[in-house]
T-cell receptor, first 112, second 114 residues
Framework: AQSVTQLDSQVPVFEEAPVELRCNYSSSVSVYLFWYVQYPNQGLQLLLKYLSGSTLVESINGFEAEFNKSQTSFHLRKPSVHISDTAEYFCAVNTGRRALTFGSGTRLQVQP | GAGVSQSPRYKVAKRGQDVALRCDPISGHVSLFWYQQALGQGPEFLTYFQNEAQLDKSGLPSDRFFAERPEGSVSTLKIQRTQQEDSAVYLC????????????FGAGSRLTVL
């Protein structure tokens, strides 16, 4: 079975500060990893994904995540956050089976 | 359509009522998923369709939950005799193929059972 752990339920940070949202997974087989973002009253939107190849993946709005197989982690980082990044962030894993398994989410609160 | 469309966006039901939630996936998307997202939690898998075939319903919490996709496009999630613990956002997602492609989610249907 696969599972995803997001240890931080909330992360408050000041605008323009760096941030890291942690994600660890457990799986006995190869995985595909995703970060989704959910803005208030909206559906989940894909932020970035790791399927294969380079272990460092980037999004168009400055987020990046690195797949670390030995630490079974896929932490999300941004060097300088904006107020507009305030949202709920979900890490998810898929082993090639049909359904994604999601973590419980991390609420990023960017303060001015 | 351009995205995954869900209706109604909000539904208030009295305990014991039946509800039906609709999902219109992206045109041509083969795979369709239903997830349940309780307040403050991540989405939990309910069921999966490939075209009209329901290939996995292991996440449905009880036999009061029923999903169908009779023509391989629109899907309906039905909850019979709703209970307060059914209150949640029900998310629908679709993807083009059956492999590990990206899911596109709808905005969800928020069900409140009084």
């Amino acid at each position: 079975a696969q599972s995803v752990t997001q240890l931080d339920s909330q992360v408050p940070v000041f605008e323009e500060a760096p941030v890291e949202l942690r994600c660890n997974y457990s799986s006995s087989v190869s995985v595909y990893l995703f970060w989704y973002v959910q803005y208030p009253n909206q559906g989940l939107q894909l932020l970035l994904k790791y399927l294969s190849g380079s272990t460092l993946v980037e999004s168009i709005n400055g987020f990046e995540a690195e797949f670390n197989k030995s630490q079974t982690s896929f932490h999300l980082r941004k060097p300088s956050v904006h107020i507009s990044d305030t949202a709920e962030y979900f890490c998810a894993v898929n082993t090639g089976r049909r359904a994604l398994t999601f973590g419980s989410g991390t609420r990023l609160q960017v303060q001015p | 359509g351009a995205g995954v469309s869900q209706s109604p966006r909000y539904k208030v039901a009295k305990r014991g009522q039946d509800v039906a939630l609709r999902c219109d996936p992206i045109s041509g998307h083969v795979s369709l998923f239903w997830y349940q997202q309780a307040l403050g939690q991540g989405p939990e898998f309910l069921t999966y369709f490939q075209n009209e075939a329901q290939l996995d319903k292991s996440g449905l919490p009880s036999d009061r939950f029923f999903a169908e996709r009779p023509e391989g496009s629109v899907s309906t999630l039905k909850i019979q005799r709703t209970q307060q613990e059914d209150s949640a956002v029900y998310l629908c997602a679709s993807k083009e193929g059956a492999g590990a492609n990206v899911l596109t989610f709808g905005a969800g249907s928020r069900l409140t059972v009084l």
